[in-house]
């Protein structure tokens, strides 16, 4: 119902962004029917309108999810951000944030090689939300990660978890947000993604470092073509050399968030069960 909920969010969005596109065509515009043909082809075609939607869809979910989760039935109070953040807390975040880019970016690559015919829609998307502008930036490194993050490891799965134990509730909520991004590409790599920040979510207790781990997963993906060389060959070598290493972080990041106790695991699974009882 969460997840229903979120497509129409996206559906009132895009009334409420086309209600503005008409104030401002029967407000500014003398010739409506003219200036309506010209603005409607005009933001068809405009990575900007795209992104506006996108934008008003997240702040909304982002209320709404964010009600939901301060609401969670098995979030710890008071809770021990000191502990949350730990050394290697943080250290799994940069790792499995920058590293999992790197990695996935690589691979993104080889397979766009091979199968380019797969990846137009994702370039399109892609090109949508690197256009470099204002909006663009703000909704890729900042409002869509921490809308995402409470709608799918805030709201569905403090849901999941509280009827299922919690690898399966990880799972349904990393297909959930693999589904949420309507392509097959982006939905395949955001599935993992939502399994990792799953664990981040189960290691830490909050999802403040799920967060921050999925700005730097952006980011890195953001800014990683402005300090590429620009030399093809030079670039393609630099790519294999961060592509090792990214996945040296990756794999110790995922090493770190897999090895719960299976003590610790099963007494927070009871702790649950014996809440949904009550």
């Avoid at 710890?76 to 807390?89: L, M, Q, T, V």
């Avoid at 290493?245 to 702790?271: H, T």
């Amino acid at each position: 119902m969460i997840f229903a909920g979120i497509i129409l969010m996206q559906m009132l969005a895009y009334m409420v962004c086309t209600v503005v596109l008409m104030a401002d065509i029967m407000l500014f515009h003398s010739d409506n029917a003219k200036a309506w043909e010209e603005l409607t082809r005009a933001n068809a075609q405009n990575p900007a309108f795209a992104v506006t939607i996108s934008l008003v869809s997240a702040v909304l979910s982002m209320i709404w999810c964010g009600i939901l989760y301060k609401k969670s039935s098995w979030r710890e109070r008071p809770f021990n951000y000191k502990r949350a953040f730990s050394g290697k807390n943080i250290l799994a975040m940069i790792s499995g944030g920058i590293g999992g880019c790197m990695v996935i970016s690589i691979v993104l690559t080889v397979f766009c090689m091979i199968f380019p015919d797969l990846f137009s829609s994702y370039n399109s998307t892609m090109e949508n939300l690197t256009t470099g502008s204002t909006l663009a930036a703000l909704y890729l490194l900042i409002v869509g990660p921490v809308s995402e993050e409470l709608i799918f490891r805030g709201a569905i799965l403090d849901r999941f978890y509280l009827a299922f134990p919690y690898w399966i509730a990880n799972i349904c909520q990393a297909a959930l947000f693999g589904i949420y991004h309507m392509n097959l590409i982006q939905g395949l790599y955001a599935f993992l993604l939502g399994l990792f920040l799953g664990g981040i979510r189960k290691k830490t207790g909050s999802i403040i470092p799920c967060m921050l781990t999925h700005i730097l997963f952006n980011a890195t993906s953001y800014f990683q073509d402005y300090f590429l060389p620009q030399d093809t060959r030079m670039r393609n070598y630099v790519i294999c050399l961060l592509g090792v290493a990214g996945i040296a972080f990756l794999v110790w990041s995922i090493r770190y968030l897999a090895d719960f106790s299976k003590a610790e695991s099963k007494q927070n699974d009871s702790e649950i069960q014996n809440s949904k009882k009550e």
